[in-house]
């Protein structure tokens, strides 16, 4: 029995459905949208600020998207493709501050500079390298670099407090750098949307069934985890936007694009600081090299945050082995995502990837000590009892099938939609929620095309003003949108007293 109807459904009440249901109501505001989550709060899960790195990933301190070739050059095209991404996100994200839709910036973003570090003369060399690469393109223009102890005690003073005076390092620094609270980010944005008209929030309602009807709908059959009733809602699009649990739903949606699929959990855990003598001599993220078999979520950083109201410091993180595809899921997850056409893929990833489950089975059996030990390449001076060990969230890698191997692990993401466009979910995690602008403009370019191409063209550019545009290819551009963002967001102190 159909209860209610929407135009939209967005699954889950996270970064990427919250930015969607925005972009949505601002192109079309006569659109009936649903939000169901299955927690009772918004943004508990993957988007909440300890699930995630909070770091706006911009590509600036990341090492790992700048990988050494065999021939010794850097690699830079990751960097830059994920640093005009997110160059994207701060534009969305300016636009909803200067029309009163998200409160002032430091809400859910403020200034926390990027920068790397590295130690021994190889890894030195190789930041020299990568630095003098990417410093050459209009995007890393601002980057800055030093060998010099003196100059890197002001950039990171906990990082170079008590370090072998003849040990080699180095590092970058970009100034403008920024530590987003995707959780309150979320937050505001359904905060808002609840104020227009046509919005419906379901919390505490669970996905239990999806079935496409004769005239390309959807019953999405929902059930209130609390009560128990069930109903059914139908609806013109659904977006599944629910984390490491959208794989599980594109699977009962049964779309044909949906086959093949498989997923890769990988869990996280981070050192904590709260002790402000400790906490306000680091503002800043450090990322450093990723041990050799590491997946990218576990770049090691020691990295400002400011979460509750509160400035902490995290360092980590560390990365585990668990078979949930949530944080509040379930262990068997996995083991119910395997069916008939996902199974070789599965297999296959499991047969050439034991190095990296038993590297993340060894991360989760770790000590305190030993997490402690792995800090003290970045913070000399490091005391036990200062740190608290405390869960990161849930990531499910993408699996998908391989003609070569039968199978392969990748650590992007990915936007899967039906042939119809009414159906599209996000799989993937790395780099997550500093890209869903991008992601769900994939969504709106795959699955709203015809809209997008006539009436929602120009909106999308006031929006986004270098929409349809290269900020890799066209300088004067990004330097306009860069002026524009960082002056809004107030993410660049000294850019203000420049365009005062």
């Given at each position: 029995?159909?209860?209610?109807?929407?135009?939209?459904?967005?699954?889950?009440?996270?970064?990427?459905?919250?930015?969607?249901?925005?972009?949505?109501?601002?192109?079309?505001?006569?659109?009936?949208?649903?939000?169901?989550?299955?927690?009772?709060?918004?943004?508990?899960?993957?988007?909440?600020?300890?699930?995630?790195?909070?770091?706006?990933?911009?590509?600036?301190?990341?090492?790992?998207?700048?990988?050494?070739?065999?021939?010794?050059?850097?690699?830079?095209?990751?960097?830059?493709?994920?640093?005009?991404?997110?160059?994207?996100?701060?534009?969305?994200?300016?636009?909803?501050?200067?029309?009163?839709?998200?409160?002032?910036?430091?809400?859910?973003?403020?200034?926390?500079?990027?920068?790397?570090?590295?130690?021994?003369?190889?890894?030195?060399?190789?930041?020299?390298?990568?630095?003098?690469?990417?410093?050459?393109?209009?995007?890393?223009?601002?980057?800055?670099?030093?060998?010099?102890?003196?100059?890197?005690?002001?950039?990171?003073?906990?990082?170079?407090?008590?370090?072998?005076?003849?040990?080699?390092?180095?590092?970058?620094?970009?100034?403008?750098?920024?530590?987003?609270?995707?959780?309150?980010?979320?937050?505001?944005?359904?905060?808002?949307?609840?104020?227009?008209?046509?919005?419906?929030?379901?919390?505490?309602?669970?996905?239990?069934?999806?079935?496409?009807?004769?005239?390309?709908?959807?019953?999405?059959?929902?059930?209130?985890?609390?009560?128990?009733?069930?109903?059914?809602?139908?609806?013109?699009?659904?977006?599944?936007?629910?984390?490491?649990?959208?794989?599980?739903?594109?699977?009962?949606s049964d779309i044909p694009e949906g086959k093949g699929y498989?997923?890769?959990?990988?869990?996280?855990?981070?050192?904590?600081?709260?002790?402000?003598?400790?906490?306000?001599?680091?503002?800043?993220?450090?990322?450093?090299?990723?041990?050799?078999?590491?997946?990218?979520?576990?770049?090691?950083?020691?990295?400002?945050?400011?979460?509750?109201?509160?400035?902490?410091?995290?360092?980590?993180?560390?990365?585990?082995?668990?078979?949930?595809?949530?944080?509040?899921?379930?262990?068997?997850?996995?083991?119910?995502?395997?069916?008939?056409?996902?199974?070789?893929?599965?297999?296959?990833?499991?047969?050439?990837?034991?190095?990296?489950?038993?590297?993340?089975?060894?991360?989760?059996?770790?000590?305190?000590?030993?997490?402690?030990?792995?800090?003290?390449?970045?913070?000399?001076?490091?005391?036990?009892?200062?740190?608290?060990?405390?869960?990161?969230?849930?990531?499910?890698?993408?699996?998908?099938?391989?003609?070569?191997?039968?199978?392969?692990?990748?650590?992007?993401?990915?936007?899967v939609s039906s042939a119809d466009g009414s159906l599209a979910?996000?799989?993937?995690?790395?780099?997550?929620?500093?890209?869903?602008?991008?992601?769900?403009?994939?969504?709106?370019?795959?699955?709203?095309?015809?809209?997008?191409?006539?009436?929602?063209?120009?909106?999308?550019k006031t929006m986004i003003p270098s929409y349809g545009r290269?900020?890799?290819?066209?300088?004067?551009?990004?330097?306009?949108?860069?002026?524009?963002?960082?002056?809004?967001?107030?993410?660049?102190?000294?850019?203000?007293?420049?365009?005062?």
């Amino acid at each position: 029995m159909i209860v209610k109807t929407a135009d939209v459904m967005l699954v889950g009440a996270g970064a990427m459905s919250s930015t969607l249901g925005m972009m949505l109501k601002q192109l079309d505001p006569a659109l009936s949208i649903m939000m169901v989550e299955r927690l009772d709060q918004v943004a508990q899960e993957s988007t909440d600020a300890l699930n995630n790195a909070g770091t706006g990933h911009a590509a600036y301190c990341e090492l790992n998207y700048t990988p050494e070739l065999s021939d010794g050059s850097i690699d830079i095209r990751k960097a830059l493709r994920i640093n005009a991404s997110f160059e994207l996100s701060l534009q969305f994200w300016s636009y909803l501050v200067s029309q009163g839709m998200l409160p002032e910036p430091k809400a859910f973003i403020n200034i926390a500079p990027h920068q790397s570090f590295v130690w021994g003369e190889k890894n030195v060399e190789f930041l020299r390298k990568r630095y003098r690469t990417l410093s050459q393109h209009h995007q890393f223009l601002d980057m800055e670099f030093s060998e010099d102890p003196e100059v890197l005690a002001k950039w990171m003073p906990l990082v170079m407090k008590g370090r072998p005076k003849d040990q080699p390092v180095a590092g970058t620094r970009v100034r403008y750098g920024s530590d987003v609270n995707f959780g309150e980010l979320a937050r505001h944005m359904v905060k808002y949307l609840e104020t227009q008209p046509g919005f419906d929030l379901q919390l505490s309602h669970n996905v239990r069934d999806l079935n496409q009807t004769a005239d390309g709908q959807w019953d999405v059959e929902l059930e209130n985890v609390k009560t128990g009733r069930r109903e059914t809602v139908r609806s013109r699009f659904v977006f599944l936007g629910a984390g490491g649990a959208a794989l599980p739903l594109l699977q009962k949606s049964d779309i044909p694009e949906g086959k093949g699929y498989g997923g890769f959990p990988v869990s996280g855990q981070w050192l904590v600081c709260r002790d402000p003598a400790i906490v306000n001599q680091h503002l800043a993220k450090v990322y450093g090299k990723a041990p050799i078999g590491a997946p990218p979520m576990s770049v090691p950083h020691l990295d400002a945050r400011y979460i509750n109201g509160q400035n902490v410091l995290l360092f980590g993180p560390f990365a585990g082995f668990t078979t949930k595809f949530l944080k509040r899921g379930s262990f068997m997850d996995l083991v119910k995502s395997v069916n008939g056409s996902n199974l070789v893929p599965m297999l296959s990833v499991g047969r050439d990837n034991m190095d990296l489950t038993r590297y993340l089975i060894k991360e989760a059996m770790q000590s305190h000590s030993s997490r402690v030990k792995a800090l003290q390449n970045f913070y000399p001076e490091v005391k036990d009892g200062d740190w608290e060990l405390a869960v990161a969230g849930q990531r499910v890698q993408i699996i998908k099938k391989d003609p070569e191997k039968g199978g392969k692990l990748e650590f992007g993401t990915e936007v899967v939609s039906s042939a119809d466009g009414s159906l599209a979910a996000l799989l993937g995690a790395s780099p997550g929620a500093s890209t869903s602008v991008e992601a769900m403009l994939t969504v709106l370019e795959t699955c709203f095309k015809d809209r997008l191409a006539g009436e929602w063209q120009q909106k999308l550019k006031t929006m986004i003003p270098s929409y349809g545009r290269s900020l890799n290819d066209e300088p004067e551009l990004l330097h306009q949108v860069r002026d524009m963002t960082l002056t809004t967001l107030a993410l660049d102190p000294e850019r203000e007293v420049e365009t005062a």
